[in-house]
């Protein structure tokens, strides 16, 4: 079991469903999270990072990893400035997203199959 952090650009809700939708296919996850505001895709399971990149992308977004360890951080993080402003909620869709429907192709989700 191991969490991996994920840099995605999360613009809307569709991207942000398409991004759940694609990295949930895989083997082995156990957990997806998207925080939007950050524009970071959490996934915690026994899954290579590089398969949860490679579903990413499909979606037409770019990804980068940002780190793979353990679920749970051994040092507890530092408080941050409190957060008054609340997030902006997401837009519907979004430029990058009519893009990515015109452009979608299904697959099989067999890509990762390597393992
Ligand atoms: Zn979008």
């Known amino acids: 079991m191991k969490k991996t952090e994920v840099k995605v650009n999360i613009n809307c809700h569709k991207c942000k469903s398409e991004v759940l939708k694609a990295v949930?296919?895989?083997?082995?996850?156990?957990?997806?999270?998207?925080?939007?505001?950050?524009?970071?895709?959490?996934?915690?399971?026994?899954?290579?990072?590089?398969?949860?990149?490679?579903?990413v992308r499909k979606t037409g977004k770019d990804a980068e990893i940002i780190s793979v360890g353990p679920p749970k951080k051994p040092d507890p993080p530092k408080p941050e400035k409190p957060d008054n402003d609340p997030p902006k909620p997401l837009p519907l869709s979004c430029p990058q997203c009519q893009y990515v429907v015109v452009s979608y192709a299904p697959d099989d989700g067999r890509i990762c199959s390597i393992l």
Do not use: F, N, S
Request: aromatic residues 0%; proline residues 3%; glycine residues 10%.
């Open 24 to 55: 949930t296919k895989l083997q082995g996850i156990d957990q997806v999270t998207a925080d939007a505001a950050k524009g970071i895709l959490t996934v915690v399971g026994e899954v290579d990072p590089v398969c949860v990149i490679t579903r």
